[in-house]
């Protein structure tokens, strides 16, 4: 999650001219959709190139023991936590490039098991742009109202804090507990709400609270919170279409 709020400053893009307003919106979305590009290539590339086998393989070999999702979910805490503080300090240098070019490298490796599911398992192959669609739907719906009401949802932040922890606990409940937790449709549709959630306040925070030189931090901070709508709304078809394996 973004707190680029606390770092409001006379400096923000709310308080700033014009053109300047304009250009950092326009270069932050840029960034956005260039980081969405790399993501669909090099998920493309890895499903292209890489036999289904050698990937099975791989993926059985790495989640092997239940302990692996929550090995994963510490990893991807620790890389998204590490990679938006590159963002947020370097402005618009190389250092928050990094950042950003470290965190989409990361979601594509996050998101190998749950498309190999869904390309090699599920029988419809309209799953992955129906998702795709949905995302982008529900995300330009979000975004239009952040910037039509021009609402400032910093107020959003306890709520995103309190969900967070809430499906973080659920997780290692259901690793540690499988037989009492099962992780089903109900949690995929709590992840769309946070994700839903989590675009509202970060597009607030593109208007209201980032400086103008932080359009590489904030496209990294809209990124994570798309990529996340994009995994929950695919596991919701998936669950949807019957089962996620013959």
Sequence with gaps: MSYAYEMDQPYSAARAQESERATFIRRTYLHLAGAILAFVALEFAIFTFVPQQQLENTLRSIFSSP??????MVVWIGVSMFAEKLALQGGSSQVAYAGLVLYTLFEVLFFVPILHIAVYYVKDPTILPTAGILTLSLFGGLTLAAFTTRKDFSFLRPVLCCGFFLMLGLVVAAVLFPASIQLGLWFAFLGVGLACVAILYKTSNVIHHYRTDQYVAA???????????FYYILWILMQLSGGSRD
């Design 67 to 72: 302990m692996s999702a929550l090995v994963l």
């Design 219 to 229: 496209s990294l901070a809209l990124f994570a919170s798309v990529a996340t709508l």
